[in-house]
C-alpha cells in the first residue's frame, strides 16, 4: 500500500511540474488564439535545446558525483526544474524592459 502511494506521489508530483511549465512558457494573446499557439511553439522551439543542454551537464555532473547513472524519471524532473528557473529568468527579463532596452 505504502508503494503505490509513493507511486501515486511521484506521478502527481511529474504532472504539476509538466503542467506548470507549460503554462509558464505559454505566450497569450487576448482574443488571438492562433497567435497564441505560433508564439508558444516558437518559444518552445527557442527554449527548448537551450535547456535540454543545461540539463545534460547537470545530469553529468550529477551521475559523475554519485558514480552511477540517474533513472529516466529523474532526469526529466531536471529537465522541467531547470526549465521552469530558465522561464522565470526570461520573463524577469522580458517584464523589467531587457527586450526593449536592447540588452
Same mark, same amino acid.
Given at each position: 500500500?505504502?508503494?503505490a502511494?509513493?507511486?501515486?506521489? $511521484? ?8 503542467? +506548470?511549465? &507549460? %503554462?509558464? /512558457?505559454?505566450?497569450?494573446?487576448? =482574443? $488571438? ?8 511553439? +516558437?518559444? &518552445? %522551439?527557442? /527554449?527548448?535545446?537551450?535547456?535540454? =543542454? ?10 559523475r ?5 540517474l ?33
Amino acid at each position: 500500500m505504502d508503494d503505490a502511494m509513493d507511486n501515486v506521489r $511521484r506521478i502527481v508530483g511529474f504532472v504539476l511540474l509538466l503542467a +506548470l511549465y &507549460l %503554462l509558464a /512558457s505559454f505566450r497569450y494573446f487576448p =482574443g $488571438r488564439s492562433l497567435d497564441s499557439l505560433t508564439a508558444t511553439g +516558437l518559444h &518552445l %522551439l527557442r /527554449s527548448v535545446p537551450f535547456t535540454v =543542454g543545461l540539463t545534460l551537464v547537470a545530469v553529468s555532473t550529477v551521475q559523475r558525483m554519485a558514480k552511477e547513472p540517474l533513472p529516466w524519471s529523474r532526469r526529466i524532473r531536471f529537465f522541467l526544474t531547470i526549465s521552469l528557473c530558465y522561464e522565470f529568468l526570461f520573463a524577469l527579463y522580458h517584464y523589467l524592459g531587457g527586450a526593449q532596452a536592447g540588452i
